[in-house]
Nanobody, 127 residues
């Protein structure tokens, strides 16, 4: 059982940075792969990237390569999404998902690969 809580969403200007957090309120996420997803207004939820239990990152979205990265602090039971050089098209609700499958990241950003979800945190990037 894993319960995830995202935080850190905010309004930021284009070109700015933001760090989102995904904390486990129940259970430990040490052995989980944690994926970051987002859903822009009127669009489907899309995979952004995933960080596995060793800290290796799998990128899902070409649009964020070189701008977004993830890290994890198992002692704090928290995974982070660092977002730099933000663009208006990054505006979305951001979610983290936990995958129980041996700590490895799914190779595709398919939401059905993930077993646990947080409620999301909103990010708005103004132009």
């Amino acid at each position: 059982q894993l319960q995830l809580v995202e935080s850190g969403g905010n309004l930021v200007q284009s070109g700015g940075s933001l760090r989102l957090s995904c904390a486990a309120s129940v259970g430990g996420l040490r052995y989980f792969a944690i994926g970051w997803f987002r859903r822009a207004p009127g669009k489907e939820r899309e995979g952004v990237l995933c960080i596995d239990d060793t800290g290796t990152i799998t990128n899902y979205a070409d649009s964020v390569k070189g701008r977004f990265t993830a890290s994890r602090d198992n002692a704090k039971n928290t995974v982070y999404l660092q977002m730099n050089s933000l663009k208006p098209e990054d505006t979305a609700d951001y979610y983290c998902g936990g995958d129980i499958n041996g700590g490895r990241c799914p190779t595709t950003g398919n939401v059905n690969e993930y077993d646990y979800w947080g409620q999301g945190t909103p990010v708005t990037v103004s132009s």
